[in-house]
């Protein structure tokens, strides 16, 4: 496809500028957004979205490696089955950001809403501040794929929950130096990767337990809050002096005892 | 007179692999087999035979089979084996037939033609191993409505609720008395109850002293002949029930032979060793409903109002009436027992021909309690043929608040079922007072098996629940729209307040 | 003719399900604004709401009726507003009997007439009943006995405009924009097993509470039959009735405080009861005891609205979303974030409120008083 193939009323909302790529959201259909997406060829560019209002699955299914900005609020599912790409939020998401991806970049300058990276098989997914319930349910790795979600604000009920596999870290960066977590049920159901929790959690479930950090652990944590403090121009350092919490799972098989034969 | 009965089972033994270990021999309790010391080989009187299992269990080399005898009489759609057998019990013994269990017939059961829901995209299913799933059950009488007093920006309870019961799955064990069941059985059942947050039930012989401890954890049976009833004995039980009737022999009375009666058993029954225990029709002091607010109250009084008070009648053609009746009188919980409840002794015509199927009966009561705006007052709790987690399941969406097992603990114990239970001989130490088989039922084991059942009927329970999206049990109770039923008729339909599956 | 249950549920289903759109904004110091906002940012969640139905609430539009009862009724047939005129002229002082004002050119579906009464209940045949339990029973007698007549809204100071269409289309209909109202409750609605009428449309009303909700509840069959207790006739099958009627046994008529009611409707699980201190371990125990029949499972978010109060509550899980946020006295509930930054773009606060924690936003009689609990 290509940009000609576009309708003229859709063409009008691109516009060019500094080798960015300008698109005006405002009142599109996802449909058509997503064609543009889809349409805009070789080399690829830079996107800046704007006046985004609730448009759902920005990004879906994307396997080239755009920079995809949205200015706005983007409606659920963003970056959903994302394969490749890097989409910036500037602003807050909605449900399911990240949702079942596979590849690929996201980055939200604010909160993102219910199961953020639900089920997701690679990719990274950087929230700046909170998340809602079920973040990081079902996330899982598989040969080299590794998913990593990371949130600097606190997450709410069920966080982790069901989690199978990557790395889920929680900063509570707004709650002071010892942060509490007040998410219920944390890693409920939990049979693989790992939680890390700058502060401490007030209710895990009985399926993870808590370790020290080694040395090991240390050096994955600082590469990705230092990568997560890159893209939203923090200091690393102050929050790496505190201490953090380290969720695993207590059993690869959680419910074996669970039935007879 | 010469019998014409013949055996029922025939033993059939691999004398290949019979060690003559004799472990038949000594287990069963109804001297079937007898080891010939001349030809070193075990003989098998079938005719003693009454299929408990216990010799096919215990063989070590898996030699025993018991089969049905297959010497049948000729084809006959209307005259039954059964039939024929009992004509000739009765024609060479002249008394009434008594068995044991519950009714055997067939058709009786609608558990099997209610099928559940599950949800599918307008709603979501909940994975109740990961999300919470509540199955506390509080059993009493609640209110209308709540007083509650603003002060500042709290509130402030006005309201007292009326005492409750609080089991942890809606599960209770049914009254299985002392006498007609062991005292290790009694003791497994109460530590059973205890360890999982449930209730086991005396029944009406009584509770022994050495049982008091788990007080908390047990309903204590008020029935016809008051046996073991005494301020201590009200004040140690969790609950007060009064016993009205059962679903295996609505209208009938109980007959504890006077062999059954033990040291043990005579200090729990207050009664001299060796006496039989004669239980009443009806109680003599309750022939109306009035009568039976008096005794409530009674028994409310005695226990200075700690105590929800339940009565247990068995599903009989009004018990609708009845319940409402029974609620009005001050009833706390009401316990209705259908026609398949089961007894350790009772006329085999009276446990097979009265009453009717618990499913109807809990339909109707709790339709009518509604209608009535007092089912709020009373808690139901239902008996007599819950064989699975579905059927408690379905009980509860048909409107119960809980249910009492007892044949099933029974079997979770090692009954199977045989219904010699009046003979006193049970080979599984479970409806015996004979010491040399009571020893064969290792409490701590039973408790075990007991805690195991309930473990699994509640994780159980817990799967179909988050299936249907529902992760409490409470707004499970009495969702008959989570229903729906197969080869009903109309009628029954409407009486079950279920729609056809399909519609 | 078939009666409003009928007509709601043609295949005589459990009941009617739906999935929709929500939205409420109110003004806490009371300062009334058009329905422009309220419509774009309903209309912003399109895909919420597949056209079979659209609805609002909105209150203090009739400040010159603020004490009568606004009768806002649809007939299907005319031999039913003879009926229903009859039944409310003879129980009724009519203030004043009007056409509600519609535009036949917007993009709606066989609109029924709509008809509007201001009344007040005549003294002498109330006997013991108070007047809103006067107007709930010829309410619930209109629309059991005329087999076409549907009172959609019966408050005071309020009204509910709702219709099969897309939410933007009923406003169109019904020129929401000539009314001010201080809050504003909105719908859109994607019914599964219903064609759609327009008395079927959110929100649901009774005097002058609303309801607006999204989800499904997996107990309504318990609901529906504890309601009934208190004779409710649940004749519409859906969950947003049940909800409305729970609100009204419970608000109203026991008058327990709304943040009570929530934690009947979403209680507390017994693990964080367990962890309470011993008085509130009592409540909340009793609470659940005795209304655990009015516990709605499954998953829900709702808005319900009376006068100077608007509810946003969510199932205790957190099944359905439900975004919060707020701009000076400006209090927005919203199934997604996006609609309410559409109509304000700069927040104050914006958050996702706990699973069966409410938002509770609150007017304080006439005066300047305001009060935001939020959790």
């Known amino acids: 496809m290509t940009e000609e193939s576009l309708s003229s009323a859709i063409r009008n909302r691109i516009n060019m500028k500094d080798g960015i790529v300008h698109v005006d959201a405002g009142g599109l259909h996802y449909k058509d957004l997503n064609t543009i997406l889809r349409t805009l060829g070789n080399p690829v560019p830079i996107v800046h979205i704007e006046n985004v209002y609730g448009q759902r699955y920005i990004g879906t299914d994307l396997s080239n490696n755009m920079e995809i900005h949205i200015c706005g609020t983007p409606g659920n599912d963003v970056a959903a089955f994302l394969d490749g790409s890097t989409i910036i939020v500037h602003g807050n998401a909605q449900d399911g950001v990240g949702n079942t991806m596979n590849r690929g970049r996201v980055i939200v300058h604010g909160r ?75 890693g409920t159901g939990m049979h693989g990767g790992v939680i890390y929790l700058r502060g401490e959690a007030v209710h895990t479930s009985k399926e993870v337990q808590i370790k020290p950090l080694d040395e090991s652990d240390y050096k994955i944590l600082r590469r990705d809050v230092e990568a997560f403090c890159k893209e939203f121009e923090i200091q690393p350092e102050p929050i790496m002096e505190c201490e953090f919490t380290k969720l695993i799972p207590a059993s690869k098989r959680p419910y074996g005892n669970l039935y007879v034969y | 007179m010469k019998s014409f009965l013949e055996s029922e089972f025939t033993v059939v033994r691999d004398e290949e692999r019979c060690i003559r270990c004799k472990v038949c021999v000594n287990q069963c309790a109804y001297e079937t087999h007898c080891y010939d010391a001349e030809d070193d080989r075990i003989l098998s009187k079938d005719e003693n035979c009454v299929n408990c299992h216990r010799c096919v269990i215990f063989c070590p080399t ?63 299913s909940i994975d109740p191993l990961r999300e919470p799933m509540e199955i506390k059950t509080f059993l009493g009488s609640k209110p209308d409505r709540i007083e509650l007093e603003e002060v500042d920006d709290d509130v402030v309870l006005q309201t007292k609720l009326s005492p409750q019961l609080v089991c942890e799955a809606p599960i209770l064990f049914s009254a299985l008395s002392y006498g007609a069941v062991s005292f290790n059985v009694h003791t497994a059942l109460a530590k059973a109850a205890t360890e999982f947050g449930t209730y086991m039930n005396t029944g009406e012989g009584g509770l022994d002293e050495r049982l008091y401890k788990y007080g908390d954890h047990i309903i204590v049976q008020v029935a016809s002949g008051r046996f073991g009833v005494h301020p201590g004995y009200l004040d140690v039980g969790a609950a007060v029930e009064i016993k009205i009737g059962q679903g295996a022999k609505p209208g009938i009375g109980g007959h504890l032979p006077g062999e059954k009666v033990t040291e043990d058993i005579s200090r729990t ?84 021909n009265v009453g009717i199927p618990i499913e109807l009966a809990l339909a109707s009561v709790d339709q009518r309690l509604r209608d009535e705006g007092i089912r709020n007052h009373a808690s139901v709790i239902v008996a007599g043929g819950i064989k699975s987690s579905a059927d408690v399941i379905k009980a509860i969406a048909l409107g119960a608040d809980a249910v009492y097992v007892g044949t099933a603990a029974l079997v979770a114990m090692g009954c199977t079922l045989c219904q010699k239970c009046h003979t006193g001989k049970c080979p599984w130490g479970i409806a015996t007072s004979d010491p040399w088989l009571t020893k064969r039922l290792n409490p701590d084991i039973a408790t075990r098996r007991l805690t195991n059942l309930l473990r699994a009927w509640s994780l159980e329970i817990k799967e179909m629940m988050g299936g249907m999206g529902i992760n409490a049990v409470e707004s499970l109770r009495g969702n008959r729209m989570r229903l729906r039923g197969v080869g009903l008729t109309d009628t029954e339909l409407k009486i079950l307040g279920v729609k056809m599956a399909g519609d | 003719m078939k009666t409003a249950m009928e007509l709601n549920n043609r295949y005589n289903d459990d009941k009617v399900n739906d999935a929709c759109g929500l939205f409420g904004m109110m003004d806490l110091s009371g300062r009334r604004f058009g329905a422009e906002e309220p419509v774009k940012a309903i209309a912003n969640m399109h895909e919420r709401s597949n056209g079979l139905g659209g609805g609002f609430a909105a209150y203090g539009i009739y400040p010159e009726f603020r004490n009568d009862y606004a009768l806002h009724v649809m007939y299907l047939n005319q031999e039913s507003k003879e009926k229903s005129e009859a039944i409310i002229s003879n129980n009724f002082d009519v203030l004043r009997s009007e056409k509600i004002p519609v535009d036949y050119s917007a993009h709606v579906i066989r609109p029924p007439l709509m008809w509007r009464y201001f009344v007040h209940p005549k003294q002498n045949l109330l006997s013991t009943l108070t007047s809103d339990d006067f107007v709930v029973e010829q309410v619930m007698r209109i629309n059991m006995e005329t087999c076409g007549a549907y009172v959609f809204s019966s408050g005071k100071n309020m009204g509910v405009f709702k219709g099969v269409g897309f939410p933007e289309d009923i406003a169109a209909f019904f020129r929401l924009n000539d009314y001010e109202g201080y809050m504003w409750i909105c719908h859109g609605r994607f019914p599964t097993n219903t064609p759609g009428w327009w008395g079927g449309a959110h929100p649901f009303n009774i005097l002058d509470w609303t309801v607006v909700h999204n989800g499904e509840l997996s107990s309504y069959g318990i609901n529906r039959r504890y309601l009934e207790m208190f004779n409710y006739n649940c004749t519409m099958q859906t969950d947003t009735e049940v909800l409305a009627y729970t609100l009204d046994l419970l608000r109203r008529k026991q008058g327990i405080p709304l943040s009570v009611v929530t934690k009947i409707l979403a209680p507390p699980l017994w693990e964080e009861i367990a962890d309470m201190n011993p008085t509130q371990k009592r409540l909340y125990t009793t609470l659940r005891m005795s209304y655990g029949s009015l516990l709605m499972n499954g998953p829900f978010s709702i808005i319900a609205a009376h006068q100077g109060e608007m509810m946003g509550l969510t199932d205790r899980i957190k099944l359905r979303p439900l975004t919060a946020a707020t701009l000076d006295n400006m209090l927005f509930l919203s199934s997604e974030e996006s609609a309410i930054r559409l109509v304000a773009p700069v927040l104050d606060r914006v958050w996702s409120p706990l699973g069966g924690e409410p938002v509770v936003g609150r007017l304080k009689s006439d005066t300047e008083r305001i009060e935001v609990i939020a959790h």
């Open chain 2, 62 to 124: 898996h030699a025993i089979r018991i089969e049905q005898n297959v010497t049948g009489y000729t084809q006959n759609s209307n005259w039954s084996r059964e039939a024929i057998v009992a004509l000739k019990k009765q024609a060479e013994y002249g008394g009434i037939l008594i068995t044991g269990m519950g009714c055997d017939k067939p058709n009786f059961t609608y558990w099997d033609r209610l099928l559940l829901d599950a949800s599918q995209v307008t709603n979501p």
């Open chain 2, 269 to 352: 029954r207050m009664i001299p060793v060796g006496t039989d225990a004669l239980s009443p029709a009806p109680q003599h002091d309750i022939y109306s409903i009035e009568d039976l607010r008096q005794l409530i109250y009674a028994l409310k009084e005695a226990t200075d109002y700690t105590k929800p008070i339940s009565v247990k009648i068995a599903a009989v053609h009004n018990s609708a009436a009845i319940a409402s009746g029974m609620v009005r009188a001050g009833a706390d919980i009401i316990a209705i027992d259908g026609v398949r409840g089961a007894t350790g002794s009772a006329p085999k015509v009276i446990r097979d």
């Open chain 1, 112 to 186: 993102a809403g219910d199961i953020v990276g639900h089920s997701m098989r690679g990719g990274e997914v950087y929230i700046r501040e909170d998340v809602g319930y079920r973040c990081g349910i079902h996330m899982k790795e598989f040969e080299g794929k590794k998913p990593l979600i990371v949130v600097g604000g606190t997450g709410q009920d069920y966080l982790g929950e069901y989690m199978a596999g990557g790395t889920l870290i929680v900063l509570g960066l707004k709650m002071g130096s010892k942060p509490i977590h007040h998410a219920r049920f944390l």
